[in-house]
């Protein structure tokens, strides 16, 4: 990981807290800092603060005629390697994406050539309105610009939904993410573990699967930088850190689950959920009790999340699974045309050491001209290889 020259601007918001233990974390990991405020800022939190944890003097207006004498506006946009403002308020983004330049942080963001990453925060009625969508699409269009978050929950007001700015700790995460296959700023659904079907209200059809995959692929993700929701089916495994975790029963609230996450925004949709092909036509409202010696249970199909999404007109780049036991080859490259994806994922599950429920896989990953297999190996060192790969064909196809 290189070090590097971070300028954090810090605007108005209550989120300007966090900002300063984001400095700590950019301190520890190496990283030189030097802190601008807008006028706002100061209303929340004091320079001082950042001057303590920084080791360096915190600019805050334009017209500083003591600073201008040593370090102005030019000199500190050309001394950063990148620019971070974190929380980026709704005024800053609409300021910024228009191009004006009235203040101290806005002057160094028009005069700098180096990347600059926005964390916004605000209340998630004020991130959700017409004219910060708009301005939010002038930035998303911005080259030099990359969007971390904003991630939803609970704010400071009370409200829940979009807009609370990320934890220090993604944004650091961001910041030391490997520059060239990383997913900076990206954002990630991935689908993990198996779906329960119910039969009444004690019994369900289910399957072995472990979501150990898809865990360790959203881990591996959010390492690489990404914005990651994860949709997971019932596990017993702990949430990763970092990552914003939506827990499903059935296929149906999965494919619910599912077209919510990517209409907030997706760039990649990851699907490793062992999804129930079928599910009980009807379930029994009361325990159902034992009767002859036989009785049968009606199934009917359930909806394939993968395909629904990959059908949809703003579709992201699609990744799929398939667990084959034989014709590895014909029966991945057949699902990656059928369901329309971009890569598929096979994994042989006839070999007894990989697969559902082991710590170990090996796969073959195929796409339109090409493959790659992965011998044998951790699903954790797996899940950063598959990361990397995803990232580089991600990167192929937006390029072309
Ligand atoms: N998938 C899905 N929704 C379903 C079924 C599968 O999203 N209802 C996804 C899985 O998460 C995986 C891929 O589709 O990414 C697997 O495709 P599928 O055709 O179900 O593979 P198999 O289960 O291997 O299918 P088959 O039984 O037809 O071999």
Not at 73 to 83: R, S
Not at 178 to 185: K, R, Y
Not at 363 to 392: C, H, M, N, Y
């Amino acid at each position: 990981m290189s070090q590097r020259r971070i300028l954090l601007g810090v605007t108005g918001g209550i989120a300007a807290y966090k900002s300063a233990e984001l400095v700590r974390l950019l301190k520890k990991s190496g990283h030189e800092v030097r802190v601008v405020m807008t006028a706002g800022a100061e209303a929340f939190v004091t320079p001082m603060t950042f001057q303590a944890l920084s080791g360096e003097p915190v600019r805050t207006g334009l017209l500083d005629p003591a600073a201008e004498a040593g370090m102005g506006h030019i000199e500190l946009a050309k001394w950063a390697d990148l620019v971070v403002v974190a929380p980026a308020s709704a005024d800053f983004m609409a300021r910024f994406a228009n191009g004006m330049a009235d203040d101290l942080l806005t002057t160094i963001c028009s005069a700098t050539e180096s990347p600059i990453a926005l964390a916004p925060a605000m209340n998630q009625a004020m991130w959700k309105n017409h004219r910060t969508q708009r301005n939010l699409a002038l930035l998303q269009a911005d080259p030099q610009v990359t969007l971390w978050g904003p991630a939803l929950g609970d704010q400071a007001c009370g409200d829940t939904g979009p807009g609370r700015m990320l934890e220090a700790l993604d944004i650091v995460d961001r910041v030391n993410a490997p520059a060239g296959s990383d997913l900076a700023g990206r954002r990630v659904v991935i689908t993990a573990g198996p779906t329960r079907e119910a039969i009444d209200p004690v019994r369900y059809i289910t399957n072995h699967s472990s979501g150990k995959m898809g865990y360790a692929l959203a881990e591996a993700a959010r390492r690489a930088g990404a914005q990651v929701t994860l949709i997971s089916g019932p596990v017993t495994l702990a949430a990763p850190d970092g990552v914003d975790l939506r827990m499903i029963t059935t296929a149906a609230e999965l494919l619910k689950a599912s077209g919510a996450a990517v209409d907030e925004g997706c760039d990649i949709f990851i699907a490793t959920a062992a999804v129930a092909d079928y599910r009980p036509e009807t379930c029994a409202e009361q325990k159902v009790k034992k009767s002859g010696e036989q009785i049968s249970l009606s199934l009917v199909r359930n909806p394939d999340i993968l395909a629904t999404v990959a059908a949809r007109p703003d579709a992201p780049f699609m990744v799929g699974f398939a667990a084959e036991t034989s014709d590895i080859e014909r029966y991945a490259l057949d699902k990656l045309t059928r369901k329309r994806l971009a890569m598929i994922v096979a994994n042989d599950v006839s070999r007894p050491e990989v697969g559902f429920n082991s710590d170990q896989n090996a796969v073959t990953v195929f796409w339109p001209g090409g493959q790659q297999s992965f011998g044998a190996r951790s699903k954790v060192g797996l899940a950063v290889e598959l990361v990397a790969l995803i990232a580089d064909r991600y990167r192929a196809v937006r390029a072309q």
